[in-house]
C-alpha cells in the first residue's frame, strides 16, 4: 500500500536509476498530455511529498503522480500490464519509467509544484518540522485521531497502515477525538519513528517482529484477535468511518475512555522495533534530527535490493 514512506523509497529508486539520463521518447495516455513530448530533455531529480511522487526535467517540466491505493511506477517496462492500464510510458537513454492504473497525473512547470503540493502539511519522510506539525496536529480539534493522522494538509505521509497501528501501540482508540488527548505529540512521534525506520529500511513493519517482512498488529484483514490480550478485534470497513477507510482496534487496550498516551505499552510492545533509534519510548520525543529526507538503505550501501523491488 503506498504510503509517504513507500513513495520515498521509490523515489530514490527512480533517481539513483535514470537521473542524469535523456528521454529519448514518451507516450502520455492522459487526454490533456497526449501531446506533451520531453524527447531530448534530461531527468534532473525525483522526490516525494507526503504520497506524492515528483519527477523534474532539464525542459522546465515536472511530470507529477500520485498513486493512491491502485497505482504503481515501474523501472522498466511492464510488458504484461496491457497498455491502456500503462497511463504513461517514458524511455530513458537506459531503461524505462512506466506508470500503471495511476488515478493522478499531472504536468506543470516546475516552478509551478506549488499547485500540486503545497497544501500539503509537514513532509514526514521528506524536509520535516515535527514542531509544527505537532502543532497542526494538536489544532485538529473535535475529529478523531485516526481521521486527523490521515489528513495530509495536517501532516503528509501517515497512510492507513499507521493512522491504525500507531494508535494501537499506544492504546488509544482510533475513534478517539484529538481534542481529547493529553499528549499528541509522543503519538505523533511513534508514528514518525515507525514511518522514517520503514522508509530507510523497507519492509512496513510495525511490531519488530519478523522485522525483515512486513508485520502489523491489528490492521491485516486476517488477524482477528488481539495479539497483546487476546480479545476478539473490532473491524470496520471504509463505509463504517467518518473517514472512509478500513480501521481495526481491540476494545480492551483501545478503550474510548483512554485519553493519555500509553508510552508503557509504546515501549513493551516496539521493545525490538528499529524506530526506538528515533523516538525515546520513555519521554515520547524524537531523539534525533529529522528534517532531512529518508534515504533508503539499500541505495545508500549500493546493495541494489531497490531495484530488483519491482
Ligand atoms: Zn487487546
Given at each position: 500500500?503506498?504510503?509517504?514512506?513507500?513513495?520515498?523509497?521509490?523515489?530514490?529508486?527512480l533517481a539513483?536509476?535514470?537521473?542524469?539520463q535523456?528521454?529519448?521518447?514518451?507516450?502520455?495516455?492522459h487526454?490533456?498530455?497526449?501531446?506533451?513530448?520531453?524527447?531530448?530533455?534530461?531527468?534532473?531529480?525525483?522526490?516525494?511529498?507526503?504520497?506524492?511522487?515528483?519527477?523534474?526535467?532539464?525542459?522546465?517540466?515536472t511530470?507529477h503522480?500520485?498513486?493512491?491505493?491502485?497505482?504503481?511506477?515501474?523501472?522498466?517496462?511492464p510488458?504484461e500490464?496491457?497498455?491502456?492500464?500503462?497511463?504513461?510510458?517514458i524511455?530513458?537513454?537506459?531503461?524505462?519509467?512506466?506508470?500503471?492504473?495511476?488515478p493522478?497525473?499531472g504536468?506543470?512547470?516546475t516552478?509551478?509544484?506549488?499547485?500540486?503540493?503545497?497544501?500539503?502539511g509537514?513532509?514526514?519522510?521528506?524536509?520535516?518540522?515535527?514542531d509544527?506539525?505537532?502543532?497542526?496536529?494538536?489544532s485538529?480539534?473535535d475529529?478523531?485521531?485516526?481521521?486527523?493522522?490521515?489528513?495530509q494538509?495536517?501532516?503528509?505521509?501517515?497512510?492507513?497502515?499507521?493512522?491504525?497501528?500507531?494508535?494501537?501501540?499506544?492504546?488509544?482508540?482510533?475513534?478517539?477525538?484529538?481534542?481529547?488527548?493529553?499528549?499528541?505529540?509522543?503519538?505523533?512521534?511513534?508514528?514518525?519513528?515507525?514511518?522514517?525506520?520503514?522508509?530507510?529500511?523497507?519492509?512496513?513493519?510495525?511490531?519488530?517482529?519478523?522485522?525483515?517482512?512486513?508485520?502489523?498488529?491489528?490492521?491485516?484483514?486476517?488477524?482477528?484477535?488481539?495479539?497483546?490480550?487476546?480479545?476478539?478485534l473490532?473491524?470496520?470497513?471504509?463505509?463504517e468511518?467518518?473517514?472512509?477507510?478500513?480501521?481495526?482496534?481491540?476494545e480492551?487496550?483501545?478503550?474510548?475512555?483512554?485519553?493519555?498516551v500509553?508510552?508503557?505499552?509504546?515501549?513493551?510492545?516496539?521493545?525490538?522495533?528499529?524506530?526506538?533509534?528515533?523516538?525515546?519510548?520513555?519521554?515520547?520525543?524524537?531523539?534525533?534530527?529529522?528534517?532531512?529526507?529518508?534515504?533508503?538503505?539499500?541505495?545508500?550501501?549500493?546493495?541494489?535490493?531497490?531495484?530488483?523491488?519491482?
Open positions: 500500500m503506498p504510503e509517504g514512506d513507500t513513495l520515498r523509497r521509490l523515489a530514490d529508486m539513483a536509476r535514470f537521473v542524469g535523456e528521454v529519448v521518447g514518451n507516450l502520455f495516455r487526454p490533456r498530455y497526449s501531446t506533451s513530448d520531453f524527447t531530448g530533455a534530461t531527468l534532473t531529480s525525483v522526490d516525494s511529498r507526503g504520497k506524492h511522487l515528483l519527477m523534474r526535467f532539464s525542459n522546465g517540466y511530470v503522480v500520485h498513486l493512491r491505493m491502485t497505482g504503481a511506477v515501474y523501472p522498466r517496462f510488458r500490464i496491457r497498455a491502456h492500464r500503462r497511463k504513461f510510458e524511455e530513458m537513454t537506459d531503461g524505462w519509467i512506466v506508470a500503471v492504473d495511476i493522478i497525473l504536468i506543470m512547470r516552478k509551478d509544484e506549488r499547485h500540486a503540493v503545497g497544501h500539503l509537514p513532509d514526514i519522510c521528506g524536509h520535516y518540522d515535527h509544527l506539525a505537532i502543532q497542526q496536529l494538536s485538529a480539534g475529529v478523531p485521531i485516526s481521521q486527523a493522522m490521515l489528513d494538509r495536517v501532516v503528509a505521509g501517515f497512510g492507513n497502515i499507521y493512522a491504525v497501528e500507531t494508535p494501537f501501540i499506544t492504546g488509544i482508540n482510533p475513534n478517539t477525538f484529538v481534542s481529547s488527548l493529553s499528549n499528541v505529540e509522543a503519538l505523533l512521534s511513534i508514528g514518525v519513528g515507525l514511518i522514517r525506520t520503514n522508509a530507510r529500511r523497507g519492509p512496513q513493519n510495525t511490531t519488530g517482529r519478523n522485522i525483515h517482512l512486513t508485520n502489523h498488529w491489528v490492521l491485516s484483514s486476517e488477524i482477528r484477535r488481539c495479539k497483546v490480550c487476546g480479545s476478539d473490532v473491524k470496520r470497513s471504509g463505509r468511518t467518518a473517514w472512509t477507510r478500513r480501521t481495526s482496534w481491540c480492551q487496550c483501545q478503550p474510548l475512555t483512554n485519553t493519555e500509553d508510552l508503557t505499552r509504546a515501549a513493551k510492545l516496539l521493545a525490538g522495533h528499529p524506530c526506538r533509534k528515533i523516538v525515546d519510548l520513555k519521554t515520547g520525543k524524537l531523539l534525533v534530527p529529522v528534517n532531512e529526507p529518508v534515504v533508503a538503505a539499500a541505495l545508500r550501501t549500493n546493495e541494489g535490493g531497490m531495484k530488483r523491488s519491482r
